[in-house]
């Protein structure tokens, strides 16, 4: 079982910054992909970022592309989004999530991912 837990969320102005952790239990970080997704009111959850078991593959979501940074610390097994150059339309409920399928390959589809944290609610307002 693997268990997510999300913080760091809040209310900034756009072009502010925000770092975002997501705390894993129940597996190792090498062990298991995390990604970052987000889903604001009335839409649909969405892809924002991932970070393979591996460590050495990310992907973006090309609205965050340049602005977001994913990394982790084995150690603390924490993955982080910081969040740069924010805009009113990243306002969302972010949620971190465990592929433990290990594919070297990490996935995008909110379907690939078994376990989900709790979210935290991101507020840019403009």
């Known amino acids: 079982q693997v268990q997510l837990v999300e913080s760091g969320g809040g209310l900034v102005q756009a072009g502010g910054s925000l770092r975002l952790s997501c705390a894993v239990s129940?597996?190792?970080?090498?062990?298991?992909?995390v990604g970052w997704f987000r889903q604001a009111p009335g839409k649909e959850r969405e892809f924002v970022a991932v970070?393979?078991?591996?460590?050495?593959?990310?992907y973006y979501a090309d609205s965050v592309k340049g602005r977001f940074t994913i990394s982790r610390d084995n150690a603390k097994i924490t993955v982080y989004l910081q969040m740069n150059s924010l805009k009113a339309e990243d306002t969302a409920v972010y949620y971190c999530a465990a592929d433990v399928r290990g594919s070297y390959i990490p996935n995008k589809s909110i379907y690939d991912y078994s376990y989900w944290g709790q979210g935290t609610q991101v507020t840019v307002s403009s």
């Open positions: 129940g597996r190792t970080l090498s062990s298991v992909a």
């Open positions: 970070l393979s078991w591996s460590g050495d593959i990310t």
